[in-house]
């Protein structure tokens, strides 16, 4: 079980609520700045807002 796994399972079940899991997804690295790496990972706050709207 990964970290985000183990933090997941304990918050949902203190805390019952929709969760949603968003992070890198298996590939290989990446290297760059951040925020074009922020981009290319669909993690920017702008990503976020549409998952959570559309989820």
């Keep these: 079980m990964d970290c985000g796994s183990a933090i997941s ?3 949902t079940e203190e805390y019952p609520a929709k969760l949603i ?3 890198i997804k298996d590939t290989f690295g990446k ?3 951040a925020k074009e790496l ?3 990972f669909e993690l ?3 990503d976020i807002i ?3 709207k559309y989820s």
């Design 21 to 23: 899991r968003m992070g």
């Design 38 to 40: 922020l981009k290319y």
């Design 9 to 11: 399972e304990v918050l």
């Design 31 to 33: 290297s760059g700045p």
């Design 44 to 46: 920017t706050a702008e």
């Design 50 to 52: 549409k998952k959570v």
